[in-house]
Nanobody, 126 residues
Framework: QVQLVESGGGLVQAGASLRLSCAAS????????VGWFRQGPGKEREFVAA????????RYSDSVKGRFTISRDNAKNTVSLQMNSLKPEDTAVYYC???????????????????WGQGTQVTVSS
């Protein structure tokens, strides 16, 4: 079992940066792949970024590649999402999620993820 708590959301202007954090509690955090997903107003939940259990592999959606960076610190049981050059279309509730990673590949599909945080709101004004 893993419990996830997101923080770091807020209201910013376009072009600004934000850093989201996901704090995990529970045992063996380093065996879990972690992803960030988001759900904008009137939209379906979509994949943003994911990181493997070791931190050695990352994946990004095309819409955030080059602007967002996911990282993790297994010693502190945390995963971060550094978001730069924010755009109004990045406005959404951002969720941290995790699943027990058994293989080499990391999933970008929300159905794979077993544990979810409550979400943190990010609003980007134009």
């Amino acid at each position: 079992q893993v419990q996830l708590v997101e923080s770091g959301g807020g209201l910013v202007q376009a072009g600004a940066s934000l850093r989201l954090s996901c704090a995990a509690s529970g045992r063996s955090f380093s065996t879990y792949a972690v992803g960030w997903f988001r759900q904008g107003p009137g939209k379906e939940r979509e994949f943003v970024a994911a990181i493997s259990r070791s931190g050695g592999t990352t994946r990004y959606s095309d819409s955030v590649k080059g602007r967002f960076t996911i990282s993790r610190d297994n010693a502190k049981n945390t995963v971060s999402l550094q978001m730069n050059s924010l755009k109004p279309e990045d406005t959404a509730v951002y969720y941290c999620a995790a699943y027990l990673q058994r293989g080499v590949l990391i999933s970008i599909t929300s159905a794979t993820y077993d544990y979810w945080g409550q979400g943190t709101q990010v609003t980007v004004s134009s």
